[in-house]
T-cell receptor
C-alpha cells in the first residue's frame, strides 16, 4: 500500500531550536508539496518541487524556513530558528505531473504536528 | 484575486439525512476542482475531482459533486449521511497550466457532524 511517510509525527521543541521534518514521497512520484495547516490560516502551500527542483516556495518565510530534496526519496523542511508562531501541522504531499490534469492527484502524508514552546 | 469559499465552518446532519457542503470559487478562468476529507489526526484524502468532461462527478464513500460554471460552485453532496462521514471536508482548486494542476488552494474547511 503506497503512501507518503512523514517523520516525526509529533515534535515539541523550544523556541530558537532547529526543527527538521522529513517526507518520503510515494515511489515514482515526481512532485512534492509542503503545506502548513493552522486554525487561523487553514491550509497554506509552503513549497512545491518537481523532479527535485523547487518550483515555487513563495509561501515560505525565507528567513527561517528552507525546503530541499536531497534525493527523489526524501524531502525535508527545516525551520531555524523556530518560533511559537510556527506551531502547526505540516503536511507533505506527492503526486505525478503527467501533463494530464485528469490524472493528477496529490497524496497526503499524515502530517507532523509541531509545537514550539 | 482567485479564491475558494466554503460556506459554513460547521454542518450538523442526522444520520440518514442529506449532506450538502458548499464551495464557491472566484476566478476568471475555470479551475480544476477537488474535495478532500480529513479524519482526526490524519492527512487529507481525495474524495473526488473535476478536471474536464462531465460536470457531475462521483467519488468515494457515496459522495458526489457538480461543477456549475454559471454559479462558480462545486457543492458536495451525499444522499444519506453515515456516522463514519463525520470529518472535516476541504474544497480545493487549482488553476492554470497543465503541469501545475496539483498546486492546490484550499478553502477553510467544513466540519461535518453526524448525529443519531
Amino acid at each position: 500500500d503506497a503512501r507518503v511517510t512523514q517523520t516525526p509525527r509529533h515534535k515539541v521543541t523550544e523556541m530558537g531550536q532547529e526543527v527538521t521534518m522529513r517526507c518520503q514521497p510515494i515511489l515514482g512520484h515526481n512532485t512534492v508539496f509542503w503545506y502548513r495547516q493552522t486554525m487561523m490560516q487553514g491550509l497554506e502551500l509552503l513549497a512545491y518541487f518537481r523532479n527535485r527542483a523547487p518550483l515555487d516556495d513563495s509561501g515560505m518565510p525565507k528567513d527561517r524556513f528552507s525546503a530541499e530534496m536531497p534525493d527523489a526519496t526524501l524531502a525535508t523542511l527545516k525551520i531555524q530558528p523556530s518560533e511559537p508562531r510556527d506551531s502547526a501541522v505540516y503536511f507533505c504531499a506527492s503526486g505525478i505531473e503527467t501533463g494530464d490534469p485528469a490524472n493528477t492527484e496529490a497524496f497526503f502524508g499524515q502530517g507532523t504536528r509541531l509545537t514550539v514552546v | 484575486a482567485q479564491s475558494v469559499t466554503q460556506l459554513g465552518s460547521h454542518v450538523s446532519v442526522s444520520e440518514g439525512a442529506l449532506v450538502l457542503l458548499r464551495c464557491n470559487y472566484s476566478s476568471s478562468v475555470p479551475p480544476y476542482l477537488f474535495w478532500y476529507v480529513q479524519y482526526p489526526n490524519q492527512g487529507l484524502q481525495l474524495l473526488l475531482k473535476y478536471t474536464t468532461g462531465a460536470t457531475l462527478v462521483k467519488g468515494i464513500n457515496g459522495f458526489e459533486a457538480e461543477f456549475k460554471k454559471s454559479e462558480t460552485s462545486f457543492h458536495l453532496t451525499k444522499p444519506s449521511a453515515h456516522m463514519s462521514d463525520a470529518a472535516e471536508y476541504f474544497c480545493a482548486v487549482s488553476w492554470g497550466f497543465i503541469g501545475t494542476a496539483s498546486k492546490l488552494t484550499f478553502g477553510t474547511g467544513t466540519r461535518l457532524q453526524v448525529t443519531l
